[in-house]
């Protein structure tokens, strides 16, 4: 899903008449661009706060230690007059991400293919312990490593046997119980009928919100510094042909 915000580049028109006129609008407007899509990166970590979003992996999503941007806010391409490219791009990593589904809302929809239900750490649990914590990296559910069971060894309910896996952390999964007709992930944790504890639960894939409003949000900034920067640029351009940088054609 893209989208595309255009700006106003009439400010340059004044550069028309100096000597190599069209590059110096095109490197102008470039900065501007690099200029505004950097500031848009810089807001973004602001403006998911503010839509209700609580962001654990901070360094994950926005970047941090020397490295710009991350899975919320990497700009992907700067504009460069050189290679001919007059646009600046800011993306949402769509991979296994799920994000960017909040711009226009829809169904989460489960990361393997074919399934019908999704899997959510239990909150309180070994994998969830409370809302201000991510799941317990040994714990996710890609760690887990899930693979089917050898045939026999698969417990029954009602005579049937329920399909199960078994995984890394004594962990095993149960394709239906009592309690749950899509299935669990416990891990055992001691011995007998009280030792095991639910760690992941399989749900109907839920329905998300269309709260994230990334466009929306860059269409604000963008509206609110390109012109600023574009000002500045043109300016800049202005005082260094004056200056005597430049001869007019």
Do not use: C
Not at 46 to 60: A, D, E, P, V
């Amino acid at each position: 899903m893209s989208n595309f915000l255009h700006v106003d580049v009439r400010d340059t028109a004044v550069l028309a008449s100096l000597r190599n006129g069209a590059k110096r609008q095109r490197y102008v407007i470039a900065n501007a661009l690099n200029t505004t899509i950097k500031a848009v990166q810089a807001s973004i970590p602001s403006h998911l706060t503010s839509q209700g979003f609580n962001i654990r992996k901070k360094s994950f999503f926005f970047g941090g230690r020397g490295r710009a941007g991350g899975a919320a806010n990497k700009i992907t391409d700067f504009a460069k007059p050189a290679v001919g490219r007059q646009f600046a791009r800011i993306a949402v990593k769509a991979d296994r991400l799920v994000l960017p589904t909040f711009e226009r809302g829809g169904t989460r929809k489960p990361f393997t293919p074919g399934a019908k239900n999704v899997a959510a750490p239990v909150l309180g649990g070994p994998a969830r312990p409370s809302t201000e914590r991510g799941v317990t990296r040994g714990l996710t559910f890609e760690k887990l490593d899930l693979q089917p069971m050898p045939v026999g060894k698969h417990p029954k309910a009602d005579g049937q046997p329920i399909r199960r896996w078994a995984g890394k952390r004594r962990t095993f999964e149960i394709a239906r119980t009592h309690s749950s007709e899509r299935g669990l992930v416990l891990q055992r944790f001691k011995k007998g009928r009280e030792g095991t504890r639910v760690v992941w639960a399989f749900i109907t894939p839920p329905k998300l919100p269309a709260k994230l409003e990334y466009a929306a949000h860059a269409n604000l900034v963008v509206s609110r510094v390109f012109p600023e920067a574009l000002r500045a640029e043109v300016a800049a351009v202005l005082a260094f042909h004056r200056s005597g940088g430049g001869k007019r054609s």
